[in-house]
């Protein structure tokens, strides 16, 4: 399925091919992406998700194709230009060994610095913000490596915010944090989209969760958009079945109000199974 590339959005692509060692992940993929809203991508493992933020943000080079922003080829915008616009959050990220959460949030900032100004009061206001953003105050003289996986991921997830971009990429922003902190991430985000207007394309594997912040869900499958729009129209029993291989009844989410996915495992068909013979 092929999504009608508009010049009104700020991130698309068009015929965009990403491979790693000449095997093709992403196959002439056309893409847009809504300004201002959430966006998450959702598929199985090694359907070209994260392959595919790394293509949008610059990170890996294209066999073909282009990614465009604001309807420029973005490989032939200055990196600098480019920081500044688009953050990202990949999958697994490291730092230096001793690096401490202030000084890795402070690489947020990078970008907006010159040689005449290495360290500004806007630098220091975002830092702060980002830190309180994310409830690191605590631990912001802490080596990062001291700290536990959730903690860690909020301080990535507070770099990035400190980079203060129109476009969050962030891939598998709740990894590594318990259901509450999950919450407290994607509640995190979705003011950042309301209230600031920021453009956030994320992985998410709970699909439940991507149902209830997403405006915008993608599906992908084999490298290529299954199915794009809203969680109603994309989160369906024939959608879970070809993407995922998935049986499973789609509800009304009690809280929510959106579609909530009930997987159907071996151990249910088997219970009916035998739930039906034992009433004949």
């Keep these: 399925m092929k999504t009608e590339i508009d010049s009104s959005y700020t991130l698309t692509t068009r015929k965009l091919t990403l491979s790693y060692d000449k095997n093709s992940v992403v196959a002439s993929l056309d893409l847009a992406i809504p300004t201002g809203q959430m966006t998450a991508l959702v598929g199985p493992n090694g359907c070209g998700k994260s392959t595919l933020l790394r293509g949008l943000a610059r990170l890996l080079k294209p066999q073909s194709g282009t990614v465009y922003l604001d309807g420029k080829a973005i490989a032939q915008l200055p990196t600098k230009e ?31 610095q010159t040689w ?16 309180a953003m994310t409830h690191l105050a605590p631990f912001a003289e ?9 903690q860690r991921q909020r301080a990535w997830i507070a770099m990035t915010l400190a980079q203060n971009t129109d476009i969050l ?28 207007g920021r453009t956030i394309v994320m992985v998410l594997h709970d699909l439940n969760l991507a149902c209830r912040y997403a405006d915008n869900l993608i599906a992908l499958r084999d490298g290529q958009v299954f199915a794009q729009g809203t969680a109603t129209q994309v989160m369906t029993e024939t959608m879970l079945r070809e993407v995922f291989g998935l049986e499973s009844k789609i509800v009304a989410d009690p809280v929510a109000g959106t579609p909530m996915c009930i997987p159907i495992g071996r151990k249910v068909i088997v ?9 004949q």
Excluded: C
């Excluded at 005449?116 to 830190?131: N, P, R």
């Excluded at 802490?142 to 959730?150: A, E, M, Q």
């Design 169 to 196: 990429l962030l891939d598998e922003p709740t990894t590594f944090l318990d259901l509450a902190h999950q919450i407290e991430v994607l509640d995190l985000l979705y003011d950042l989209n309301r209230d600031r």
């Design 116 to 131: 005449l100004q290495q360290w500004s009061q806007e630098d220091e206001q975002m830092l702060k913000e980002a830190i």
């Design 271 to 279: 219970r009916q199974s035998q739930a039906k013979q034992s009433t």
């Design 142 to 150: 802490r080596p990062l490596d001291t700290l536990s996986g959730g």
């Design 82 to 112: 480019v920081a500044k616009r688009i953050g990202i959050l990949p999958q697994s990220p490291s730092a230096p060994e001793g690096l401490t959460v202030r000084e890795l949030i402070a690489q947020g900032r990078y970008p907006h």
